[in-house]
């Protein structure tokens, strides 16, 4: 299992800018990488992922043209830069790695298997 460390939440007003950081213990063996976020009484939402054979980008409809993901395999760490922030954007980010099930898609919470405790980003009008 990978550990991994969130970091770069916090609270903006609408149309800011915020940059997640994600460190993971290790880079090797590690074929996706993803952010998630889950706001109060709703469901895990996929927001974006990256393979990080090749740095090759998945988005969620509600990231497309304001979000980016990318990761640093030297580093270890998955990177998601957030602009243009709307309130409805507010939720508790994740990171996840390790994807088990590509059937599930590549943006299904069920099929990763490391996670994150999660950074709480607000997004104020």
């Known amino acids: 299992q990978v550990h991994l460390m969130e970091s770069g939440g916090g609270s903006v007003q609408a149309g800011g800018s915020l940059k997640l950081s994600c460190a993971a213990s290790?880079?090797?063996?590690?074929?996706?990488m993803a952010w998630f976020r889950q706001a109060p009484g709703k469901e895990r939402e996929g927001v974006a992922a990256?393979?990080?054979?090749?740095?090759?980008?998945f988005y969620g409809n509600s990231a497309k043209g304001r979000f980016t993901i990318a990761h640093d395999r030297a580093k270890s760490t998955l990177y998601l830069q957030m602009n243009n922030l709307r309130p409805d954007d507010t939720a508790t980010y994740y990171c996840a790695a390790e994807l088990v099930d590509d059937g599930l898609g590549i943006l299904s919470s069920r099929a990763y298997k490391s996670w994150g405790q999660g950074t709480q980003v607000t997004v104020s009008s």
């Open positions: 990256v393979a990080t054979a090749d740095n090759s980008p």
């Open positions: 290790r880079s090797f063996g590690v074929n996706y």
